[in-house]
């Protein structure tokens, strides 16, 4: 069974980048038999997709969000990461990793807990 | 993008009782060369990651309890919770996986009456 681990600052000041990695365990970022997704909800909001990364590094982003975001991975440490440039406050959220097998590609089976992102000076 | 349109935005009903969550796609979100709906249900208590339900707007996620069922197809569906229990108080949200980018419902807050 997968397993999923945000880590990262859990404040970052208006302007600057956001960063966070994602862990994985119980299964390799790069065996193509799993998508790797950045997802975020702002406090009692919906939830935002905001890209996923797959298939040696083949990469999906949410255009609101594309100008702005992203997604790499390390396979030496079978992680991957989100930077998200030019944060404000809106950027401010509960931020997830997820993982989707490829023969569901874009349903989320596994999860991180997730990790809080405050933006603030 | 399609919107993805959930309602209510909450309910609260009696333990045992039925509760039913709506999700209106913008578009439709069946594809006709396999007959499958993209859409799928999940389930967050607080503090925790959403947990999946549902997918192809039907197909219940092994360990799923079968009070739990998707119906639906096009753009409109529904998610039924059959004999409320007091561990099914949470947010429920649906998903659309029909195109990038993948969004979501708002959520349901579902809670006892």
């Known amino acids: 069974q997968v397993q999923l681990q945000e880590s990262g600052p859990g404040l970052v000041k208006p302007s600057q980048t956001l960063s966070l990695t994602c862990t994985v365990s119980?299964?390799?970022?790069?065996?193509?038999?799993?998508?790797w997704s950045w997802i975020r909800q702002p406090a009692g909001k919906g939830l935002e997709w905001i890209g996923r990364?797959?298939?040696?590094?083949?990469?999906d982003y949410n255009p609101s969000l594309k100008s702005r975001v992203t997604i790499s991975e390390d396979t030496s440490k079978n992680q991957f990461s989100l930077r998200l440039g030019s944060v404000t406050a809106a950027d401010t959220a509960v931020y997830y990793c997820?993982?989707?097998?490829?023969?569901?590609?874009?349903?989320?089976?596994?999860w991180g807990q997730g990790t809080l992102v405050t933006v603030s000076s | 993008d399609i919107v993805m349109t959930q309602s209510p935005d909450s309910l609260a009903v009696s333990l045992g009782e039925r509760a039913t969550v709506n999700c209106k796609s913008s578009?439709?979100?069946?594809?006709?060369?396999?007959?499958?709906?993209?859409l799928a249900w999940y389930q967050q208590k607080p503090g925790q990651p959403p947990k999946l339900l549902v997918y192809?707007?039907?197909t219940r996620e092994s360990g799923v309890p079968d009070r739990f069922s998707g119906s639906g197809s096009g753009t409109d569906f529904t998610l039924t919770i059959n004999s409320l229990q007091a561990e099914d108080v949470a947010v429920y949200s649906c998903?659309?996986?029909?195109?990038?980018?993948?969004?979501f419902g708002g959520g349901t807050k579902v809670e006892i009456k």
């Open positions: 997820a993982s989707s097998i490829a023969a569901r590609p874009a349903v989320f089976d596994y």
């Open positions: 119980g299964g390799s970022i790069t065996s193509g038999t799993y998508y």
């Open positions: 998903q659309q996986y029909y195109s990038v980018p993948l969004t």
């Open positions: 990364i797959y298939t040696s590094g083949s990469i």
């Open positions: 192809w707007a039907s």
């Open positions: 578009q439709s979100i069946l594809n006709s060369f396999n007959n499958k709906n993209y």
